[in-house]
């Protein structure tokens, strides 16, 4: 997944590695629970991976500030993951050109050394710490994105214009290699074994999440896997590579994003790679506009495994997310995801994101930046991954019949007057005779119309009653056993119109806290956000450039000073972009909520320019885009939004303008 890059402030280095120092969540001083050191390579043979010559499943974890973090930041996460069972760790080998404190490449070709202040010296830290504890790592050696430098970096400095010149060209290709031969070559300072020697070190990953999007036939990327992957092979011959792929497929005939090729990724074909020991997919169908998470993930996983299969691999469930913020049972979908992957023999699952302690938050606990943070605090998600866990390590574990509500979820707020209220039954011993929703109003029987073992009811809100309901859903099992599941719903009046809250006025000359953000396959000019008459009145314009060569070309803006946010319902604007020859390309405009990164109307915008309204401003032509964006409940996020304009296969040096920007308040009856 894309990350946000948080520092977690400064490292003592001279401290001696700490048996007992680390803590589980919340802080609290506990043991480290003692555990066989690692002591032997993990392989592979076909379908499976292999340790001592017996079958080897893994249930694991991802953590982006391993590599950065303090001591107590570092050894809490590896105390929670043991806590819960967990035998692998995602982690980064890589931090290019970045310099706030710790970085492994300053500069393109010269390393940071592991006697000083620095990635690698938190590298060499977590990799000590972890084989204490039994668990093992896999450490990807480079980014797909911008966040710790990755390959933006890498074509920055060899002047290229492309996120894929990274693949192409020689130059970059070389750099990669130094980068990946300088650290495969290190030899531990705490543990005095090179990490080519160190079976704690399980797999070497060429990449998180590459993506070649300017050549979707996927010969690019295979190519560059290919050469990769033997380098690497050379370089370490007893340890696992892969590439860390989110799993995009390059199927004929598809109307899918994700399987017809559009990404540049062909992942089958990537599988046969003598040298790639293993397949990587990873799963945010919210991010990725499948809203019907569930089912799309649960197939997602099957034709996966199924592949793999084919191709006579092991694959890997590397990550997968339902953001808390996100309209999704996230413990249901966690349950069903891998639940699917075990009894269809998944080599390993692996959730985004374990993290623990912070000394800076007030509660010392890691924000949750991205919505999908997972704490080792007992609680229901703890509950179903600790017992996945035991499954796929092959611990005696109880499975329990269990049903879930499916929509609403709870603490949600519902505006429509007539919902479909949606269980499904969890069945491992026996199956359900009657689902039965209990309201305030009385009780509704449910129905699996489908025979998917979702059962529904429909209700009026009007007859529930408005504001904040109980719901239990009540499913009887053939012995007669009940079980429930219980959620707390808002139900809202009617929305009959919105009142205007905050918005811009750009007559000062003032942005007005608006602020220039990150990119993707784009680039922001200097100065890249003015206010601007321009078009005859004052608003805020953009100065960027979009080469015109890819369907995602990207640029964010940024506000945290708006008032009242809370109260906000919806958000509106109007985009201008001056007219091209031939009316070519599109865009397609988003928003996110910075609290989380809940994205919000992705792709609902999405137009080819020509389809857009041309209007003449100050006797120049324009294409208009009228934006209005759904908040939802925001009651309680930060006063944190996203724009995000992104160019599709639109040519572009100059400016796109925004105007109107308001948000407004619902009213209801």
Known sequence: ?????????????????????????????????????????????????????????????????????????????????????????????????????????????????????????????????????????????????????????????????????????????????????????????????????????????????????????????????????????????????????????????????????????????????????????????EHWGKHNAEQWGTQWILDHIDAGKVANKPVVLEEYGIGAAEPFNRDFIYDKWTRTAYENGAAGTMFWILTSYDKNASDKLYPDYDGFRVLADGGRTNQVLTRHTKQMLGQPVELKDSVYFTYPVDNLSVTDQTVTVQSYVMSYKEQPTELLLRTPAGNYPMEDNDKDSYYSAEIKVEDIGFGEQQLITVATMESGKRITDKITVKFDRPITGYKTGPSFDFSSGDLLGWQKEGTWQAKWKNPALEVSSDLGSPMLKLNLVWSGKNDWEELKLRNMRIKNFQQQNRFSYDLYIPVNDGDKGGVRPYAALGDGWVKLGVDKYRKQVSELEKVTKNGKQYYKQEVVIELGDISGKAPDIFIAVVGDKLPMDGSVYLDNIRFEEATYD
Request: contains cysteine; charged residues 20%.
């Open 1 to 285: 997944m894309k990350k946000t890059l948080i520092w977690l402030g400064t490292v003592g280095l001279g401290t001696a590695i700490l048996a007992g120092c680390g803590s589980t969540t919340g802080g609290a001083d506990a043991p480290v629970i003692a555990a066989e050191p690692i002591t032997d390579f993990v392989s592979q043979s076909g379908e499976q991976l292999l340790l001592n010559g017996e079958a080897f499943r893994f249930s694991g974890t991802n953590n982006y500030y391993m590599h950065y973090g303090d001591n107590k930041a570092i050894t809490t996460v590896l105390d929670d993951a043991q806590k819960m069972g967990l035998n692998v760790i995602r982690v980064w080998g890589f931090m290019d050109g970045i310099s706030h404190g710790h970085t492994m490449q300053p500069e393109m070709g010269v390393y940071s050394s592991a006697e000083a202040k620095s990635g690698l010296e938190r590298l060499d830290f977590t990799i000590a710490e972890a084989n204490k504890r039994g668990i093992r790592l896999v450490i990807a050696l480079t980014n797909n994105w911008g966040d710790f430098g990755g390959m933006p970096q890498y074509v920055n400095w060899i002047g290229g214009d492309h996120h894929d010149d990274f693949y192409r060209e020689a130059e970059a290709r070389e750099a990669y290699k130094n980068y990946v031969a300088h650290v495969l070559s290190h030899t531990n300072k705490y543990t005095g074994v090179a990490y080519v020697e160190d079976p704690t070190i399980m797999t070497w990953e060429l990449a998180n999440e590459p993506r070649a999007q300017s050549d979707t036939s996927g010969e690019l990327l295979y190519a560059w896997a290919k050469e990769m992957s033997d380098y690497v092979r050379e370089l370490a011959p007893k340890q696992l590579i892969a590439l860390g792929s989110e799993g995009f497929f390059t199927r004929p005939g598809e109307e899918d994003w994700a399987y017809n090729g559009n990404e540049g990724v062909d992942w089958e074909r990537i599988l046969t790679l003598s040298n790639i020991n293993y397949g990587t997919f990873h799963l945010y169908p």
